[in-house]
């Protein structure tokens, strides 16, 4: 994979959260930010503790300590490739507060969970309110920020303050309030070179019949194409290829295999299907039959097989009943 090359520069805020309701509350001293590099920081007098790799799933992932910033890339589209660094921080009670950091390619993500669950009162991030409300906010709490622009090794520092469900709307709750910073270096976007596309288009002066193309980035012997089609009475290849049935219902669909080539205009396929529009609904007075206003006939368009494999249909296709 190749990395990409932007010009630098810091962040604009866009919140994905639950609720903002806004109020005041007590300001605590903050932790230096250089003190997050410390393996544990105790503060007993706040009654708290900061250890950069306390975070929950952390182990899924790796962290700074296993790349370099210089020479390594993420791709937005793939979550193996993120590097998190997760924090943990604890009340006087005991209940911890964890926090995972990692870079979406122009996008940062902070990631909020609780020992308890439903500890989250209160978030301010920077100095902002991003969850403030007497119910608990729901978990993960999910808080992004948008990369004005990226440029490896940056480093962004934020500060953060989470006050307990235990504490109450007063100043002075201080051993329910946690501050901390937290640190992130930037990384490269990765620059895929591929010539992948798949495409659906609706045949024309037929009904409910589609030509689906797929030009793969590599050559693929006995690949096996398959296709979920949940909500069909019938189905028919106007393509003449040979299909081989599989499942049945919500389950079921058709698959195809045989070899793809590299680039060039890729393979197609073209079908017609019959909407399964009649639903049987059994119950104490007998079989009734109604009819949905739509059914989903396609779901899945799954390569299984080489490096870019995967479902390639982005959006249901559905049918009209009516």
């Given at each position: 994979m190749k990395r990409?090359?932007?010009l630098g520069g810091r962040y604009s805020v866009v919140a994905v959260i639950s609720a903002m309701l806004l109020f005041s509350c007590s300001q605590l001293e903050d932790i230096h930010p250089d003190a997050i590099q410390d393996n544990q920081i105790e503060a007993t007098a706040d009654g708290f503790k900061l250890t950069p790799l306390g975070g929950i799933n952390a182990a899924?992932?790796?962290t700074h300590e296993d790349v370099s910033c210089d020479d390594y890339c993420i791709n937005?589209?793939?979550?193996s490739t993120f590097i998190v660094e997760s924090y943990t921080a604890s009340?006087?009670?005991g209940n911890e507060i964890f926090v995972n950091t990692y870079q979406k390619g122009e996008v940062m993500v902070y990631e909020f969970r609780s020992s308890q669950g439903n500890d989250l009162k209160k978030i301010t991030f920077n100095g902002s309110d991003i969850y403030a409300s007497n119910q608990a906010a729901a978990e993960p709490f999910i808080y992004e920020v948008a990369l004005e622009s990226v440029v490896a090794c940056t480093e962004i520092k934020d500060d953060i303050e989470v006050r307990s469900t235990n504490s109450n709307s007063n100043a002075g709750a201080t051993g329910n309030t946690v501050v901390f910073s937290t640190s992130y270096a930037l990384f490269d976007i990765c620059v895929i070179d591929t010539c992948e596309e798949f495409m659906v288009e609706a045949i024309e002066g037929m009904e409910n019949a589609y030509r689906f193309t797929y030009i793969s980035n590599e050559a693929l012997e006995d690949v096996t194409i398959q296709m979920t089609l949940p909500q069909i009475a019938d189905w028919e290849a106007l393509d003449g290829k040979s299909y081989e049935e599989f499942g049945n219902g919500a389950n079921g669909g058709i698959r195809w295999t045989g070899d793809l080539a590299a680039c060039g205009d890729g393979i197609?396929?073209?079908l017609q299907f019959k909407?399964?529009?009649?639903?049987s609904n059994s119950n104490s007075k007998g079989n009734k039959n109604t009819t949905p206003s739509s059914v989903n006939l396609m779901t899945n368009f799954v390569v299984q097989g080489?490096?870019?494999g995967g479902n390639k249909l982005k959006n249901n296709i559905t049918a009209a009943c009516n």
């Open positions: 990409s090359t932007m899924n992932f790796r937005p589209e793939d979550a009340f006087q009670n197609t396929f073209e909407p399964a529009c009649e639903v080489g490096e870019f």
